[in-house]
């Protein structure tokens, strides 16, 4: 039972920048691995990045460099900096928290997703 309210989605220029914010409620968002997901219409939903309870993170190929998750866990909320924003990076993003157990993935959740388009 883990609930994500996401905010900070909008609309920006080329070469802008967003801050997405991800809180969670329950109490385990502590050791639960979190991630940014974005789709865009007619494509899969990727993974853009993700984050442990330990703090590694890994990044898509596309947002290396210019996107930075992290995570404040006083505050049970993920954050996705995203810098140089391209066109390309239109999307509806999505937080994912997950938890895993040593046999792999027990379960996860979603937040509502939030719309980002880049455009002029």
């Known amino acids: 039972q883990v609930q994500l309210v996401e905010s900070g989605g909008g609309l920006v220029q080329p070469g802008g920048s967003l801050r997405l914010s991800c809180a969670a409620s329950?109490?385990?968002?502590?050791?639960?691995?979190m991630g940014w997901y974005r789709q865009a219409p007619g494509k899969q939903r990727e993974l853009v990045a993700a984050i442990t309870s330990g703090g590694s993170t890994n990044y898509a190929d596309s947002v290396k460099g210019r996107f930075t998750i992290s995570r404040d866990n006083a505050k049970n909320t993920v954050y996705l900096q995203m810098n140089s924003l391209k066109p390309e990076d239109t999307a509806v993003y999505y937080c994912?928290?997950?938890?895993?157990?040593?046999?792999?993935?027990?379960?996860?959740?979603w937040g509502q997703g939030t719309q980002v388009t880049v455009s002029s």
């Open positions: 994912n928290s997950a938890r895993v157990g040593v046999l792999g993935l027990i379960d996860d959740y």
């Open positions: 329950g109490s385990i968002f502590s050791i639960n691995a």
